[in-house]
């Protein structure tokens, strides 16, 4: 067991630190679900994977397939084991994505949404959606057909480069996102894809300047009202990042308001994933530094009165999260660390809140054979199991040495 206090005055200058933090270790089965090999099943997914119904999860590669441009899954249990389908595998530039770095958004229509990071016809990134076959398909790889929506152009005029975002939708059907560069400044944008007849409208949201963040990193979150939520990985008041609104007026225009400038010598900086909203409309994100040499920090913003809250609920301590949190039904927060741990090939936490003291729980140290660098986040099933991916680790006859990644499962 380890213990982590306030060590150093960087440390303790976390004013908003609401109790010392405790780090433990807890009782857990750890399970490599799949182990990629590079081939038609992938290579090195950097994002986590989406949780569809009980004994089934959608995922998505960096690389791998025929082309080794990524290939999007599907992994479901079967008896004692899990078994892993590909349902399409991209062609790259100009006709397809390359490299996705998104989560699978699931429409209600059944059909699978995702982004990749480069390809489509100006290579700056595309849009997809991949949707099962019309009839059953009763061979061992059955590939779903894929579409996509839209091929980002770049600046000055388009988004460009999606990264480590996810999708969201709402309930017209439009899909919202985010890439890290593009827009009129080339800094980023927040976009919208509206069905059109038989195919897709684009309508770039917002475009980021240096005074109000810039190049976001995760994807969105709705509240109640329409409004959008987000961070930027630099940019803002001091450099930082920072956690803005976006809110739609009734003529169509969306404004946007910077709720948070991140200071890197108190409250963290450079946050990175997608925002997590509870049920009373409060805010959970991640900070890739910040909350010392190397270290990270989980942050949370309150409303109430009319204005928003930051504050600090832990400074991490050997970890340095690239992904956002996932929370279980009792308030706890998930999250991964892409490097440190016992094996410095990363770790999965949990962040607990008892009586306002945060305890912090290191529930498995990736130690390469079974996984390492998880820059994806975590998912929850409805029975509290936790599921992740790796960028590296597993096979090392597959990428030099270094391996493709996995799937990953913790049952607590």
Request: net charge negative; aromatic share 12%; hydrophobic share 30%.
């Amino acid at each position: 067991m380890r213990q982590t206090t306030c060590r150093t005055a960087l440390f303790c200058c976390f004013t908003l630190c609401l109790a010392v933090l405790t780090y433990v270790a807890e009782a857990q089965t750890f399970t490599a679900l799949h182990t990629f090999t590079g081939a038609a099943d992938g290579s090195s997914p950097f994002v986590g994977v989406t949780v569809a119904h009980s004994g089934l999860l959608y995922g998505a590669t960096n690389g791998g397939g025929t082309n080794n441009d990524g290939v999007v899954f599907a992994l479901h249990s079967s008896g004692s084991g899990w078994t892993l389908n590909p349902l399409h595998e991209f062609g790259g530039p100009p006709n397809d994505g390359d490299s996705a770095f998104s989560t699978m958004l699931i429409g209600p229509n059944g059909f699978l949404y995702g982004m990749t990071q480069s390809g489509g016809s100006a290579d700056f990134g595309t849009v997809f959606a991949v949707q099962p076959p019309p009839s059953v398909c009763h061979s061992s790889v059955c590939y779903w057909n894929e579409s996509v929506l839209h091929s980002f152009q770049g600046p000055p005029n388009d988004g460009a480069g999606p990264t480590n975002g996810s999708l969201v939708s709402d309930q017209a059907g439009n899909i919202y996102g985010t890439t890290f560069d593009g827009g009129s400044s080339n800094l980023g944008a927040v976009f919208e894809l509206s069905p059109s007849g038989s195919g897709w409208t684009v309508n770039v949201l917002h475009s980021f300047s240096q005074s109000e963040g810039q190049h976001p990193l995760g994807g969105l979150v709705f509240d109640s009202a329409g409004n959008l939520y987000g961070t930027t990985a630099y940019g803002g008041s001091n450099g930082n990042g920072t956690v803005f609104e976006l809110s739609p007026s009734s003529n169509g225009t969306w404004t946007e308001t910077v709720l948070h400038n991140f200071y890197i010598y108190t409250d963290g900086g450079s946050p990175g994933g997608t925002l997590i909203r509870d049920a009373s409309g409060n805010l959970y994100g991640t900070t890739y530094e910040g909350g010392g040499p190397g270290e990270g920090t989980v942050f949370e913003m309150s409303y109430s009165n009319g204005a928003w809250a930051f504050s600090v609920l832990s400074a991490l301590g050997n970890c340095s999260p690239y992904a956002g949190l996932a929370m279980d039904s009792a308030g706890s927060l998930y999250g991964t660390c892409i490097a440190d741990g016992a094996h410095n090939d990363g770790w999965v936490f949990k962040l607990a809140n008892s009586g306002g003291s945060w305890t912090l729980t290191d529930l498995h140290d990736f130690a390469g054979a079974d996984g390492a660098w998880p820059y994806g986040g975590v998912s929850i099933d409805a029975g509290g199991n936790l599921y992740g991916t790796t960028f590296y680790g597993g096979d090392p006859r597959c990428n030099d040495g270094l391996g493709c990644g996995n799937v990953w499962e913790i049952t607590q």
